[in-house]
């Protein structure tokens, strides 16, 4: 597709369920965005993939978190062990970087997490 | 790390009033952008304003750039009810965001 796709748009599980997120970014973006935005709050920052250098996860708030990025193109974000306060938004960006520059970022439509 | 804070957090105004809102940054970027967002969904990228630049224009929308005070502003001319969204910056490599203006435009 042409924009960055996400899936599932909705998700809804049980205390203590793993889940995963997926985002497709569009083809031939090196920089990959994971955020978490709760009910009328802000971006949160999650991870940061650039290219095949190590990712930025200063953003991610456990270690029930982690996310990868396999061949340089979709990437999976778990959450092992859901809690009620992991219920949010998951939005996915991803952008052209280069040369310590980085562009727009197109964002997906973002998973929506509700977790009982 | 660093992110940019907008300011004011919500601002109310009638159709056809301009609309501004502030950004505040504290270490040197490369580039500052600003997005919008409706219905808590994507966002959607408005304008990106290089560190050489002061002042940009597309269609409604006039960003200006002041380095020296690091702050940059966001100005909506004759604003319309459909320009109701939260507005969010963004600095230069990190990419982290505030926690947005929440705009409202009444018809």
């Known amino acids: 597709g042409a924009g960055v796709s996400q899936s599932p748009s909705n998700k809804v599980t049980e205390k203590g369920k793993d889940v995963e997120l997926r985002c497709d970014p569009i083809?031939?973006?090196?920089?990959l965005y994971w955020y978490r935005q709760s009910l009328g709050q802000g971006l949160e920052f999650l991870i940061y993939?650039?290219?095949?250098?190590?990712?930025?996860k200063s953003g991610l708030p456990s270690d029930r978190f982690s996310a990868e990025r396999t061949g340089g193109s979709v990437s999976t974000l778990t959450i092992q062990r859901t809690q009620q306060e992991d219920s949010a938004v998951y939005l996915c960006?991803?952008?052209?970087?280069?040369?310590?520059?980085?562009?727009?970022?197109?964002f997906g439509e973002g998973s929506r997490l509700t977790v009982l | 790390s660093q992110q940019g804070e907008e300011d004011p957090q919500a601002l109310s105004i009638q159709e056809g009033e301009n609309a501004t809102m502030n950004c505040s940054y504290k270490?040197?970027?490369?580039?500052l952008q600003w997005y919008r967002q409706n219905s808590g969904r994507g966002l959607v990228h408005l304008i990106l304003?290089?560190?050489?630049?002061r002042e940009k224009h597309s269609g409604r929308l006039r960003v200006t750039l002041d380095t020296s005070k690091k702050s940059s502003s966001l100005l909506i001319t004759a604003s319309r009810a459909a320009d109701t969204a939260s507005y969010f910056c963004?600095?230069?490599?990190?990419?982290?965001f505030g926690a947005g203006t929440r705009l409202t435009v009444k018809p």
């Open positions: 960006a991803s952008s052209f970087r280069g040369q310590g520059n980085t562009g727009e970022l197109f």
């Open positions: 083809s031939g973006h090196t920089a």
């Open positions: 993939f650039q290219g095949n250098s190590a990712p930025d």
């Open positions: 270490t040197s970027i490369n580039n």
């Open positions: 304003i290089r560190s050489n630049e």
């Open positions: 963004a600095i230069s490599y990190d990419m982290r």
